[in-house]
């Protein structure tokens, strides 16, 4: 590495720690995008078997209000749990933003990074190029008896 490829490493493991991090909580936003899916389709299903039980049999009165008390807490555990699955995705949204954000700037650093990588062996060979140049060039010049001071 170079003087100032080297100069950039403490950004670069910045960016990269900091993708990292993104990463990370990006998969956590995915697991509670679907745990707020699962605990839906429960919730959907649930009300789902106790629709078909209203359906299949005879209630008392009584029985009929606490079902119907029932069956309308659920849905609105239901409403409840749809906001949290949006709010979940958006969550997730921001997340992905926020990762490829962080990935992007990683990549940049990275380019940079291995473009001066690049010119530092470009220069390393040019001057080792004009060196051996030179080499030969007094080498020719001593052979045929021309000095040049």
Not at 2 to 24: C, D, F, G, M, T
Not at 97 to 118: D, F, G, M, N
């Amino acid at each position: 590495m170079n003087r100032r490829s080297e100069r950039l490493k403490p950004a670069r493991q910045q960016a990269a720690r900091l993708e990292r991090e993104a990463a990370v909580r990006l998969v956590e936003l995915r697991r509670a995008v679907e745990l707020a899916k699962n605990r839906l389709g429960e919730l959907q299903q649930w009300e789902r078997e106790y629709a078909e039980r209203l359906h299949s049999g005879v209630m008392r009165r009584d029985d009929l209000m606490d079902y119907r008390l029932f069956m309308q807490r659920l849905a609105d555990a239901g409403e409840a749990q749809r906001l949290a699955l949006l709010e979940a995705e958006k969550a997730f949204a921001s997340g992905r933003e926020t990762w490829l954000s962080l990935h992007a700037r990683h990549e940049a650093i990275c380019q940079v990074v291995v473009r001066y990588e690049e010119e530092s062996r470009r220069d390393a060979a040019r001057r080792e190029q004009y060196a051996t140049d030179e080499f030969a060039a007094n080498g020719i010049r001593h052979r045929d008896g021309r000095h040049d001071r």
